[in-house]
């Protein structure tokens, strides 16, 4: 079962995706699913300061719920509301991609069935520079967390090398950029979690 500090850093790093960089993100979750939190706590806060991205009061209390040097928390910014997505997403990859999507037929086959899990999904992100992600949307009841490192693993083992995966609970309240990217997401398998009635 993880603890509170787990629970609140998986939360923030899902409030925090297209905010700070897919480099950035995947390393930090790769951290928290191995269980580095001491090493997050003090990266974390840093990364914030150092890209001038600014928190709602939620995602304060959650910064400093992961145990961070309330120094560094005291000092990153506060806003009002969470920005809104600077991409846009859509169902289908680029054309270069749509040739034949490999790594979309390596989750869906390792992860249909599965226990505690929902919904597996896909969507393309586009970035105003022309740049396009693949973003995996997964809903899973227990240990998020540890999920999104997996699934990160394989994807960079599978060649993407800064792997945006979001595996949510099921009750958990979308932020702008996961409900967008949702909204026009294509089905990859389903688990075998029951979530309609979770």
């Known amino acids: ?3 509170n500090a ?3 850093a998986h939360e923030l790093l899902l409030r925090l995706a297209g905010r700070l960089s897919d480099d950035q993100l995947w390393r930090f979750r790769d951290w928290l699913a191995s269980g580095a939190m001491p090493v997050l706590g003090r990266a974390l806060p840093r990364a914030l300061l150092h890209d001038r991205v600014g928190l709602t009061a939620d995602e304060h209390v959650l910064l400093r719920g992961i145990g ?3 120094a560094l928390t005291s000092s990153v910014l506060g806003i009002g509301t969470a920005p809104e997505p600077a991409y846009t997403f859509t169902a289908e990859p680029a054309h270069e991609i749509a040739s034949g999507d490999q790594v979309g037929v390596v989750l869906g ?11 597996v999904r896909c969507a393309w992100r586009h970035a105003p520079d022309g740049r396009t992600h693949r973003v995996v949307l997964v809903t899973a009841i227990a240990d998020q967390h540890r999920l999104a490192g997996e699934l990160q693993r394989m994807l960079r083992a599978l060649g993407e090398h800064e792997p945006c995966v979001e595996v949510l609970a099921p009750d958990f309240e979308l932020p702008p950029y996961h409900r967008l990217a949702l909204d026009v997401s294509e089905l990859l398998c389903f688990g075998a979690a029951d979530l309609a009635h979770a």
């Not at 086959?109 to 505690?116: C, D, H, P, S, V």
């Open 6 to 8: 787990e629970l609140n």
């Open 109 to 119: 086959a390792t992860l249909r069935g599965r226990e505690g899990l929902g919904e």
């Open 68 to 70: 961070a040097d309330p």
């Open 1 to 3: 079962m993880p603890d």
